[in-house]
């Protein structure tokens, strides 16, 4: 199974700050990699998928990126309704798996 | 407008056969390239992958539950289901279900459910 390791665990930034969090896949995933916003009580909500493309209706602030087996989710900007949690997921072979989570709160 | 609702039996006991239905509307699983999956969500914790179902009735496990997974569908009436066997505590969790299409070569849950909770316990 392809492993991908998420961090950090949690992070807290102020308003306007840039943000990255971080997956490394345990094994070549190509592009197949997608990155999801959860708000409290709420469903995942697609950000980013095949690496670096920008879902529908996602502000410009959010950008995705691959060095290798690494991929980043950056937040330029950051502003108070990005608070959640933030996952990502491999898509490249089954099982699908995604990384533990990244607690994202405001300073 | 595309959605999707989980609906399950809420609480059930262990041992027994866990049954979840995703009503879906705004797309259908005979389309090509369409496929819908089910992730699961202890509280307070990750998200967890179980199956995906494609149009072509061609269906993906997550091996770690085993042979406890039996994914289906009902293309006329727009349904996706899900069945656990031999359901213990550590199944507690909130169910939801995505629309996971193809496009382009790129594969991805755009839409996702409400989620239904389901409590395992005696």
Redesign the interface.
Known sequence: ?IQVTQSPASLSASPEEIVTITCQASQDIGS?L?W?Q?KPGK????LI??AT?L?DGVPSRFSGSRSGTQYSLKISRLQVEDIGTY?C?Q?SS????????TKLEIK | QVTLKESGPGILQPSQTLSLTCTFSGFSLSTYGMGV?WIRQPSGK????LA?IWWDDDK?????LKNRLTISKDTSNNQAFLKITNVDTADTATY?CARFPTNWG?????Y????VMVTVSS
């Open positions: 199974d197949s997608l999801y959860q469903s995942p909500q697609l998928y095949s493309i879902a996952y997921l898509v089954s099982p699908l798996t995604f990384g533990s989570g | 999956g990750g998200l967890e992958w995906n993906y496990y997550n091996p770690s939801y790129a594969t991805y849950f755009d996702w459910g409400q989620g």
